[in-house]
Structure formats: C-alpha cells, structure tokens
C-alpha cells in the first residue's frame, strides 16, 4: 500500500527508543515498503542498525542544521526522497515542520498547532494516561486502521566494534565471574535523580556483599557521579570502577549485556538498559509512571508516596526539607529490598537470560507514607 514509509522522532535517547516497537510492527504489516527513521544524528549509536528500517535519516539539530537556511536545505532534501507515508511520533515545532513539509501523499501523528493543517490526521499524544508505546500504536490504529501490533519490546542493536570494545572494557576490569550491577545516577530533571548519597549506600552495599559496581552515564553526569562516590565506604574497593564519559551509547549497550542489574533514575540509559535485555530497579519521584515505566516485565520501578507525584517538573519547587520530598521518601533499604529480589531471581549477564515476547509490564511497587 505505502512504498515508501518515514518514521520522524527527534527526542532524546529514552524517547527514540520507545519508536522502535511501532518500526517492528511497520515492517510486519508493510513488509515489502522501504522504512526509514529520521532521528538526531547524535544518537545513532541508537537506531541506525536497527534490522526493521532500510534506512536511517540523521538530522544535526543542535549543530550543523540549526540555521533557518540548513533546516530549508535539510526539507528540501527530504522531499526528494518521495515518501507516501509520514508519521511524525514527536510533538515539537521541529520535527511537525519536517513532516508538514514533507511532500509526503499522507501525513500522521502528533502535530503542533499551524503545522497540523497539513497533516492528513492528527493524534493526541496521551502519554500522561498510558504508556508511550501505546499511544503510538494508538496513532497506527486510527491514522493507518492497523490492527496487527508486532510488539518486540525496546530493540536496539549495535555494531561488531562496539560489542567487541565494551566487551575488552569489562574483561580487563572485572576479574572473571565477578557479577556487575550498573549504576545510572544521572537523568535530565533534577526531580527523577534519587539522592546521591542513597546511592552511594547501596554500591557500599553490594560491594560488602562481593558484587562489582559500574557508575555509567555521559560526560554531563561526572561531576554528580564524583559527588558519589566521595560519600562511599568503598571507594578504594577494586570492585568499584568509573566509566562516567568514556562509553559511546554502543558502548554502553555492550557493556550492560555483560551486567547482572541495573540501578538508575528514570533516564534515556534506563530505556537502553530495558533494549538490552539487563533487570532493572529504577526510582520514580516527578516522572508519571504510565508514561515511561521500564518496558520490561522483568523490571521492578518503585513509586514514591508523596501526594505531589507525578508533578513533572524539571526542578522541585519545594524548599528546605521538603526538597525533592518526592526522592528523600524512597529508602535505601526498600530499594535494596528489591535489588535482592531480582539479584535472586535472575544473577546472570543480561545477554544470558531468555526474553520473553510480550511481558513488559514491570513491577510497580506503590510505597505508604509509614514505609518511609
């Protein structure tokens, strides 16, 4: 029906991966169609082997394209390329203008007022009320009339040089055998980071009972990172190693096929975590929980109990003792609760343990004010 198909997403790395279920079902229901995704070329590492597409269209939106001229020169490219479908799955004045602008017979998705006129169908994004996922095989059922949902989960795979290199990396760190719980602490939002010092106590903890500790995350997260590993007991432990900066997002990938568990806030690294099949325990305080919960049914997400939650703000408004409320009241010993838990019941690499098609709703864990 369509020969050409684009998917357009220019969000971050969390956002970008939860596209790759609707590029999954696309190419089952379209099997013959040419597929390509336009994303942010500096997350490439993320989709641009992804075996459901044909091609990956990379847009410098914060670089070379971030000029009025560049960004008519990047439109006028892409109308050369003649697609019959577009479906815009980010709701931004960006990435609404490329698929406007398209040339595209047929146009779908989420739209931003002024660019909408020249959508075929506009579909209301209602992340706030299910999960992203969902709402985008909401746009496929009532823009296209699909009805055949392939849904693999989070997907992302990597090339042979960035598997082989994180693979050496955590050979020549980890003696062998050693299980390695990674440790995301960073995220975009001040409200989604739990306290470094929570943090700081459980890598003391793990390392006291014999596992190894990975701190992950972008040369952003050095500083808090450094901040953390300051407030721990053992920081001198050979168990204790720091790849804040040095991975590519590949890299980071690679690196956690190798992990037992992940540890971390809400963040892009989380989603890459989910992609990479590794059991995760994440902390949400400001984040909506249908929205963006882990898509992995092995996964444990632990709520916290103030009444405030989920504000969506980028920084907390509250002041003294009451800031970041919303993290101060996810404990420690709760968390580590359920890191045993998922320790016991999986223990092993990531890239040892079975996936299960169609189990990816994770465990919500609804904390009451008096476990605080």
């Given at each position: 029906m369509y020969k050409k198909i684009l998917v357009i997403n220019l969000m971050h790395i969390g956002d970008l991966l939860l596209v790759t279920p609707i590029l999954r079902t696309l190419r089952t229901n379209f099997p013959a169609s040419y597929i390509a995704l336009l994303a942010d070329k500096k997350l490439a590492d993320l989709v641009q082997y992804n075996q459901n597409i044909d091609e990956c269209l990379l847009i410098d939106k914060k670089g070379a394209d971030d000029t009025v001229q560049n960004f008519v020169k990047f439109i006028k490219k892409l109308r050369t390329k003649r697609f019959d479908l577009v479906i815009n799955?980010?709701?931004?004045?960006?990435?609404?203008?490329?698929?406007a602008f398209s040339g595209a017979k047929k146009i779908v998705g989420y739209a931003k007022p002024g660019f909408s006129v020249m959508f075929t169908k506009v579909c209301p994004n209602l992340k706030a009320v299910e999960h992203q996922i969902q709402?985008?095989?909401?746009?496929?059922?009532?823009?296209?009339?699909?009805?055949?949902?392939?849904?693999?989960?989070?997907?992302?795979?990597i090339d042979s040089n960035s598997k082989s290199n994180a693979d050496k990396i955590f050979r020549q760190n980890f003696e062998i055998d050693t299980k390695v719980v990674a440790f995301n602490i960073g995220a975009s939002w001040l409200t989604k980071r739990w306290l470094d010092r929570y943090f700081a106590r459980c890598a003391d903890i793990l390392i006291e009972r014999g596992y190894g500790v990975a701190f992950l995350g972008g040369n952003m997260d050095k500083k808090i990172v450094a901040e953390c590993v300051d407030k721990m007991e053992q920081q001198e432990s050979p168990l204790l190693k720091i790849f804040t900066g040095t991975l590519t997002l590949a890299e980071v990938a690679g690196f956690l096929d190798n992990c037992v568990l992940m540890l971390t806030t809400d963040s892009g690294p989380m989603h890459i975590g989910v992609a990479r099949n590794i059991p995760i325990v994440t902390m949400f305080g400001a984040s909506p929980v249908p929205g963006f919960y882990p898509y992995d049914g092995k996964d444990i997400l632990i709520k916290t109990p103030v009444s405030c939650h989920p504000c969506g703000?980028?920084?907390?408004?509250?002041?003294?003792?009451?800031?970041?409320?919303?993290?101060?009241?996810?404990?420690?010993?709760?968390?580590?609760?359920?890191?045993?838990?998922?320790?016991?019941?999986y223990g092993q690499p990531a890239q040892e343990i079975p996936?299960?098609?169609?189990?990816?709703?994770c465990k919500v864990i609804e904390l009451e004010e008096d476990e605080t």
């Amino acid at each position: 029906m369509y020969k050409k198909i684009l998917v357009i997403n220019l969000m971050h790395i969390g956002d970008l991966l939860l596209v790759t279920p609707i590029l999954r079902t696309l190419r089952t229901n379209f099997p013959a169609s040419y597929i390509a995704l336009l994303a942010d070329k500096k997350l490439a590492d993320l989709v641009q082997y992804n075996q459901n597409i044909d091609e990956c269209l990379l847009i410098d939106k914060k670089g070379a394209d971030d000029t009025v001229q560049n960004f008519v020169k990047f439109i006028k490219k892409l109308r050369t390329k003649r697609f019959d479908l577009v479906i815009n799955l980010h709701r931004n004045e960006r990435a609404s203008a490329l698929a406007a602008f398209s040339g595209a017979k047929k146009i779908v998705g989420y739209a931003k007022p002024g660019f909408s006129v020249m959508f075929t169908k506009v579909c209301p994004n209602l992340k706030a009320v299910e999960h992203q996922i969902q709402s985008h095989f909401d746009v496929l059922s009532k823009a296209l009339g699909i009805t055949n949902f392939d849904d693999g989960g989070l997907e992302m795979w990597i090339d042979s040089n960035s598997k082989s290199n994180a693979d050496k990396i955590f050979r020549q760190n980890f003696e062998i055998d050693t299980k390695v719980v990674a440790f995301n602490i960073g995220a975009s939002w001040l409200t989604k980071r739990w306290l470094d010092r929570y943090f700081a106590r459980c890598a003391d903890i793990l390392i006291e009972r014999g596992y190894g500790v990975a701190f992950l995350g972008g040369n952003m997260d050095k500083k808090i990172v450094a901040e953390c590993v300051d407030k721990m007991e053992q920081q001198e432990s050979p168990l204790l190693k720091i790849f804040t900066g040095t991975l590519t997002l590949a890299e980071v990938a690679g690196f956690l096929d190798n992990c037992v568990l992940m540890l971390t806030t809400d963040s892009g690294p989380m989603h890459i975590g989910v992609a990479r099949n590794i059991p995760i325990v994440t902390m949400f305080g400001a984040s909506p929980v249908p929205g963006f919960y882990p898509y992995d049914g092995k996964d444990i997400l632990i709520k916290t109990p103030v009444s405030c939650h989920p504000c969506g703000k980028h920084i907390c408004p509250k002041s003294g003792r009451k800031n970041l409320e919303c993290m101060k009241k996810i404990p420690v010993e709760i968390v580590m609760r359920y890191v045993a838990e998922i320790l016991s019941k999986y223990g092993q690499p990531a890239q040892e343990i079975p996936r299960i098609y169609g189990n990816y709703q994770c465990k919500v864990i609804e904390l009451e004010e008096d476990e605080t």
